[in-house]
Structure formats: structure tokens, C-alpha cells
């Protein structure tokens, strides 16, 4: 699950995500309208070919892919062609015709840096995207606060700009704005202070061109870079761009005017293996895929997606989307997405598709939505597991297709949130810590997936993979 797309949407817009999940269980319109018979009957034909064992021995094989190459199977690495090679491979063995999709990512490797004052260091985050330099020194200038645009306009930045090291508070206008202003007025670097409590970790955009040096400091550091006479900073990190692939599978039968398409993002972040951010999901799709090729033909063509690049700001997916012509856009009734279903503190959560929920900082998915919400929530209720909604808030492959109109929708098991008491007592685990604490780092491995969270979340892909097959 991406964090880049989150944030870069958030600070266009000034939200933020709260840092405690939102209890917010499924009724009225997720659960109105009845299942097609012969739909339902046909999506448990197919779930009952997934379950946490068979995709486990997927799980295990990418787990061994990330091992053979230094620990993960991020975008440019041969970890992510690997681990396409795998997926392929098992897809073509099953009878299916997967084709790859190749496109260009930016990409963004920070190998160190450093900020202090006086010789102290100060704790501070680089931007994605930031500029580099080697060790610097030099006056600070401040923008002052006196609205809630610092930084965001040129004539925010004086005379004494120049040459110097400028701290500015976090304000409504997007990281990469503020950069460029400071540039433009002849700025070193840019050091960006939080207005609430945490670190910054953010991105300047994958368009950023030539930045200055850009770190983020908290809120409670806040004081020491603004009182300094001076700063001193390095910052390592290089922005090259580099060939992905997302990959594709789609049944023999089915209409290919109506097709329903399955996607998970098969990439990992540098800092881990990523089983199950994202190797369970794209585990899932796969022995979907797999199993389908075992039951009847079906109505509606059935299209399997493997995406590159989602760390770095959902790439791939969005590649794949704006590149369709609008006809064929037009031809992708549903779109499900699966990011996270074995979280080691997990729960279960499906997209809110109508937007009943009003949850902050998400969007109602395209008239559809609804209906793909409802058939998950009927599924997990039906196995004995009250499912929560989860909002449409930019953070994974879904974004592209809903901004499209397409009808979205998905579920997961949770990821930077913390698990509320009342979810603890309901499906277990613990509250008062995030539902994946392996999240984004090395431990994010297959001996850290919640097999009981998988056992329950992987049938539900398969389920609604034949539903829609049908109906």
C-alpha cells in the first residue's frame, strides 16, 4: 500500500489521516439488496479453490525471491522481475495468455542525510524527490506563519533568502510547491516544520525536476531550527527513472465488453520483502486466476492485474488506466482491488463503495461501488466475520480506476491505523497498536502474515471474482 499517493493528495487537499482507525461497521445499503442465486452459487464454487494454504505456498516462493535478492522485491530490481517471472509462470502453466505492459517510473533512493544545529543533530525526514548536496552550512531565514500559506506564494521568500537554509511551516499548498519557491528565490535547502504532532514523510512529486534539498522536521523540533543562527546539511539521495511492468491475465471466456478486473500491486518497498504489503493480495488474484480455469466458462470476462510500481505512487495502475482509450475504459464494468489481507494485528475491512459512511478523508466511489460493498460485506458476514469500511482515500490501485468512473471496491486488513478496543473484542488481536506493525519494513515477512485474517480475507477475492463473473 502505497504512503507517496496518500500523501501527496493529502497535502493538496490539507487532510490527514487520523492515526486512529475509524469504527465504523457495515449496514443499511451493504446489506440491502439479495444475492443473485446463481451468482453466489458460482463465487463459492471458486472461493472454495482458494484458502490460506494455497496461497501461502505462493507467499512462500516471492518470501524466497526477496531472500535471493537483497531482501525485497522493489520497482527496478530483480526481486520485482522475479517475481513477475513466478506469476507468469504459474499464470501460463494454468492455460492463461499473460501479457506484459511495460511503462517508465520515476524513482527515488535516499542512502543518508543529516541535519543539526550547533553540532546537535535534529531528528528530520527527507522528502521523496528531495534535492542532494554534500555537507552545507548556512544562515537560517524563516517564512513566517501569519497565514495558512507559508511558502506557498514567491513573495513569501525575501531578499535574505538567498544563500541561506529556509524553515517554513507546513501549510495548505503541496510540499513541491513550496520547494520551488524556495529555489527560485536562491535558497540552499528547505527545511519543512509540522503544524501537529509526528514526523513529515512526504514527497516534492515525481515531477519535481531539479529541487534544492528538502527535509521535514516535527512539530516539537520546530523551535530548534527556528531559533538556529544557522543549519548544517547533507542530504544523499538520487531520482532516476527506470522500466517496470505491470502484468495481465484474463479468462478465455466472457464477454470483452463486460469485463470485471482483479488487481494487486506486486511490488515491495526497498525496506522489505513485502508479503504482505503486497504479496498477499497479488497471492490471492493468483490462485484465483488459477482456480478459475477449473469451473465453468462465464458470462462477463474475468481480466487479472499484477501492478508495478505502486510504492512509488501508484504507477503502474495509473499507467495502465489513463492509457486505455476512453472505449475501453469504458468496457471495465468493476474493478476490485486487494492490498494487505494478511496483517499481523489484522481486521477486515471493504471499501466503502456509496460513500454512506462519510468517512473524513476519502471519497464515494463511481455509481457501482455500492453494489461491489455489498457483495464482500455478505461474503465475510456469512463466515462469521462482522467487517468494518474502509474509505477510497487515494492509497492503492483503486485510485486510478475510480477517478475514471469505474466502478471500485475491495478489501484489506488494515495498515498504519491502530485497532481500536472495540475491534480487539470483535475479531481479536490487539488494541492500541496498528494493525500491521511490520509495515513498509524489513519484518514484513511471510512469517509475520495472519494466516486466520487470510484464511477468511483470500476466499472473499475468489468469491467476488466469480459473483461478477456472473452477474
Not at 490527514?16 to 453466489?40: C, F, K, R
Not at 506557498?152 to 520551488?180: L, N, P, W
Not at 515477512?445 to 472473499?460: C, F, H, M, R, S
Amino acid at each position: 500500500m502505497s504512503a507517496r499517493r496518500f500523501l501527496r493528495r493529502s497535502l493538496v487537499t490539507a487532510c490527514v489521516a487520523t492515526s486512529v482507525a475509524v469504527a465504523t461497521t457495515i449496514t443499511g445499503s451493504a446489506l440491502a439488496s439479495a444475492a443473485d442465486p446463481i451468482a453466489d452459487r458460482y463465487g463459492n464454487l471458486v472461493a472454495g479453490g482458494v484458502t490460506a494454504t494455497n496461497v501461502s505456498a505462493h507467499l512462500r516462493a516471492l518470501q524466497a525471491i526477496a531472500a535471493r535478492n537483497g531482501g525485497n522485491r522493489s520497482l527496478g530490481t530483480t526481486g520485482y522481475l522475479q517475481s513477475l517471472d513466478y506469476v507468469e509462470g504459474k499464470l501460463r502453466a494454468a492455460g492463461y495468455m499473460p501479457t506484459r505492459q511495460e511503462f517508465t517510473a520515476t524513482q527515488f533512493e535516499e542512502r543518508s542525510h543529516s541535519l543539526s544545529a550547533g553540532g546537535a543533530a535534529i531528528e528530520s525526514e527527507v522528502l521523496a524527490y528531495s534535492g542532494a548536496t554534500p555537507s552545507v552550512t548556512a544562515p537560517v531565514t524563516e517564512v513566517p506563519a501569519s497565514d495558512a500559506t507559508p511558502g506557498c506564494e514567491a513573495s513569501d521568500f525575501g531578499a535574505a533568502t538567498r544563500g541561506s537554509i529556509v524553515v517554513v511551516e507546513r501549510g495548505v499548498c503541496a510540499f513541491g510547491d513550496k520547494a520551488g519557491n524556495a529555489k527560485k528565490a536562491g535558497a540552499k535547502a528547505l527545511v519543512i516544520v509540522n503544524n501537529e504532532d509526528g514526523s513529515i514523510q512526504g514527497t516534492l512529486g515525481e515531477d519535481a525536476g531539479d529541487p534544492i534539498p528538502v527535509l521535514g522536521v516535527a512539530r516539537a523540533q520546530g523551535s530548534q531550527v527556528r531559533q538556529a543562527g544557522s543549519l548544517t546539511l547533507a542530504v544523499d539521495a538520487s531520482t532516476t527513472r527506470v522500466k517496470s511492468w505491470n502484468l495481465m491475465a484474463e479468462t478465455h471466456f466472457g464477454s470483452s465488453d463486460s469485463v470485471v478486473m482483479l488487481g494487486a500491486h506486486l511490488d515491495s518497498v526497498p525496506e522489505g520483502p513485502g508479503i504482505n504489503d503486497n504479496g498477499s493480495g497479488s497471492a490471492s488474484v493468483l490462485q484465483t486466476a488459477i482456480t478459475m480455469t477449473a469451473v465453468a466458462p462465464v458470462r462477463n470476462k474475468v481480466r487479472f492485474a499484477f501492478w508495478g510500481a505502486e510504492e512509488e505512487g501508484l504507477i503502474g495502475s495509473t499507467h495502465y488506466v489513463t492509457s486505455l482509450p476512453a472505449s475501453q475504459q469504458a468496457k471495465i464494468k468493476r474493478y476490485l482491488n486487494f492490498d494487505m489481507l494478511g496483517s499481523h494485528n489484522g481486521g477486515y475491512f471493504v471499501y466503502d463503495g456509496d460513500g454512506s459512511s462519510k468517512l473524513p478523508d476519502s471519497y464515494a466511489g463511481p455509481a457501482g461501488s455500492g453494489t461491489i460493498e455489498a457483495v464482500f460485506t455478505r461474503f465475510l458476514t456469512g463466515r462469521g466475520v462482522q467487517p468494518e469500511v474502509s474509505g477510497f482515500d487515494g492509497r492503492s490501485d483503486y485510485d486510478a480506476f475510480a477517478q475514471a468512473g469505474i466502478a471500485s471496491g475491495g478489501i484489506d486488513s488494515g495498515a498504519d491505523k491502530v485497532k481500536t478496543p472495540a475491534q480487539a473484542a470483535k475479531w481479536g488481536g490487539t488494541a492500541g497498536e496498528i494493525f500491521d506493525q511490520n509495515y513498509h519494513t524489513a519484518q514484513d515477512t511471510y512469517a509475520n502474515v495472519n494466516q486466520k485474517v487470510l484464511g477468511n480475507l483470500a476466499p472473499a477475492v475468489a468469491y467476488a471474482a466469480g459473483y461478477f463473473a456472473i452477474n
